[in-house]
């Protein structure tokens, strides 16, 4: 069972990162709540230590063995007490944690189902199972030091202002347009493309 990576940061994608360790390189998934503090905690020679959460996700013609990297035990623990609701294995605990784990674990503690459902993959019903699970049981994790990261400022991509154009054409007002792209992004992590994330878009109205 691998407990800890530590290593040299040689490469950084969107949920992952590659940490090289004595020549051999590791994939190390990262939930995008741990991804968003990555960069003020690695120093400036790419060195980097995690804590990892190790287990085998099978196919049906081969077991894989996954790493998830966070940044000390807290977040960690935070994970492994997430999967513990029924329908929620690592793979999908890795997808829904888009926002920092402050906000989810008082979201769990205050029932607020609204802001649970706007995580990736956690539907209406799921979402009450995680309450039903989980509250009264996470309200240390609404502590952590990380809410500052909803402040951030979101850099504009190109997808994203072709997206604004689209929508301004339908009619929306530039800063609503804006606002709704925002929130598709907050839902979906891993849009590549403008009709992806009008897609997003359409899918949050009809939602309402």
């Excluded at 120093?43 to 804590?51: E, F, H, V």
């Excluded at 997206?163 to 009619?171: C, D, G, K, S």
């Amino acid at each position: 069972m691998i407990v800890r990576i530590q290593g040299n940061l040689v490469e950084k994608g969107v949920n992952f990162i590659i940490v090289e360790v004595n020549g051999l390189c590791y994939e190390v998934l990262i939930p995008t709540a741990v991804m968003l503090r990555l960069e003020e905690n690695v120093p400036a020679d790419g060195k980097i230590s995690l804590i990892t959460y190790h287990y085998l996700q099978s196919d049906p013609s081969r077991s894989i063995p996954v790493l998830v990297g966070f940044l000390n035990e807290i977040e960690k623990e935070f994970f492994e007490t997430f999967i513990t609701v029924s329908g929620i294995g690592p793979k999908a605990a890795l997808k829904a944690l888009n926002q920092p784990i402050s906000l989810i674990a008082r979201a769990i503690d205050e029932a607020d189902i609204n802001f649970l459902k706007s995580l990736p993959g956690i539907g209406n019903q799921r979402a009450k199972e995680i309450v039903a699970k989980l509250q009264n049981k996470v309200a240390k994790f609404g502590l952590m030091q990380d809410a500052v990261l909803r402040e951030q400022p979101v850099k504009t991509s190109d997808i994203e202002e072709e997206a604004v154009a689209v929508l301004m054409q339908l009619e929306y007002k530039k800063n609503e347009a804006r606002e709704m792209i925002k929130k598709a992004i907050a839902r979906c992590q891993d849009i590549k493309s403008t009709e992806e994330l009008l897609n997003e878009v359409y899918k949050q109205k009809k939602i309402r």
